[in-house]
């Protein structure tokens, strides 16, 4: 199982991070090979590292709030592909925008809404209507 969406774990701040950790290490403790696939400036260590029977996974990112999520979803989803998981879990509806591309690249898909991003202030419209489009295509 692989957890897409996020930027990484243990200890990195926001909520899906917080969810994802207990997530994670309670299927990981049920004998499943999980991995994160976390954003790397975020992260300890530029390598991959195991915390708790999880693997976290470096992956490329850069530091935008407008285009981070995104392209960090991409590049982990042709990531994935390659690993062939059981299943990919993608948090959030910003990186839910890329559910087509994970059902394309044969992946198996579940997706985690968080909340409602789109009716926070510090987005403008532009990003407020690809938040809804990826909450519809996620959802």
């Given at each position: 199982m692989i957890f897409l969406g996020l930027r990484g774990i243990p200890e990195i701040q926001g909520g899906v991070e917080t969810h994802v950790a207990a997530l994670a290490v309670r299927i990981a403790q049920r004998g499943w090979r999980v991995e994160v696939l976390?954003?790397?400036?975020?992260?300890?260590?530029?390598?991959?590292?195991?915390?708790?029977d999880v693997t976290v996974t470096p992956v490329w990112a850069p530091r935008s709030k407008n285009v981070e999520a995104l392209l960090h979803t991409t590049?982990?989803?042709?990531?994935?592909?390659?690993?062939?998981?059981?299943?990919?879990?993608?948090?959030?509806?910003?990186?839910?925008?890329?559910?087509?591309?994970?059902?394309?690249?044969?992946?198996?898909?579940?997706?985690?809404?968080?909340?409602?991003?789109?009716?926070r202030q510090k987005w403008g419209w532009m990003a407020k209507s690809v938040l809804r489009t990826g909450e519809w295509m996620g959802m």
């Open positions: 976390g954003r790397k400036p975020y992260l300890p260590s530029p390598e991959p590292y195991v915390w708790k590049l982990g989803l042709f990531a994935a592909a390659r690993r062939n998981p059981d299943l990919v879990h993608i948090h959030a509806i910003g990186p839910a925008l890329l559910t087509p591309l994970a059902r394309l690249l044969g992946l198996r898909v579940v997706v985690t809404h968080h909340g409602f991003d789109y009716e």
